[in-house]
């Protein structure tokens, strides 16, 4: 099959998929294009120019930025289906974290500047990135109110924030380093915190991949 034919049914498939065709105007439509990552590739860097508003549609994702004191803190973990850039496109700034594929990955994107141009007069598009960017802002305030109780809790709020979440599912989670940074924590006492989950019955081992045994015992740390 001709490459061109095959980017169009992958396009075809996410489109379907998540139902764009229900935010995306036509002309946005027709200006998509596709991406493909491998693990530990830049998706987006830090106080760069945004060239397109993404759509991760498959894969994982991690946010990042440099705080103050120049240490690299692990903001969010994203999967599909979530989108990209939307704050910067909109206002025209520059990136404000840095974001790297941890597994290989597929991500849509529209130039910023088609986004401007045939996407902010739209109110359905409109309505799409406000509800997208109000589902970040639970998220982010989420997390951040976490680190105000303890670490078994924080993650017990990570693990059910997961779509995904019920009882037997197995939950795939970041790497030790990422997960232990966006919990607030170090990787040490993060293992210590998984430990106790699993020996408690509440979590089954075999990292990444944990798997929900007890979805109440974790609905119990966070009331």
Known sequence: MDKEFQIEDELGYYINKFKMDQFLN?????????????????????????PFLYFLVDGQLKCAHYNSNGNLAVVAMMYP???????????????????????SSTVLGIPS??????????????????????????????LRLGHLVPVKSR????????????EGQIIILPEKEALASMLGTTYRHLNRVLR???????IGNGYPGVRIKKIIDLQKLID
Request: glycine share 2%; proline share 1%; net charge negative.
């Open 81 to 103: 289906f979530s989108t990209l850039g939307d704050l910067e496109v909109i206002n025209n700034d520059l990136t404000v974290t840095s974001v790297v594929s941890t597994c």
């Open 155 to 166: 993650l017990a709020l990570y693990i059910l924030s997961r779509t995904e979440a019920r």
């Open 113 to 142: 500047s088609i986004v401007r141009k045939e996407g902010l007069n739209d109110p359905v598009f409109l309505k799409f990135i406000c509800e997208e960017l109000i589902k970040k802002l639970h998220s982010s305030t989420s």
């Open 196 to 202: 106790d989950l699993i020996e408690e019955n509440t």
């Open 26 to 50: 036509e002309k946005l439509l027709n200006s998509i294009q596709l991406f493909h990552f491998d693990s530990y590739k830049t998706v987006m860097t830090e106080q760069t120019e945004t």
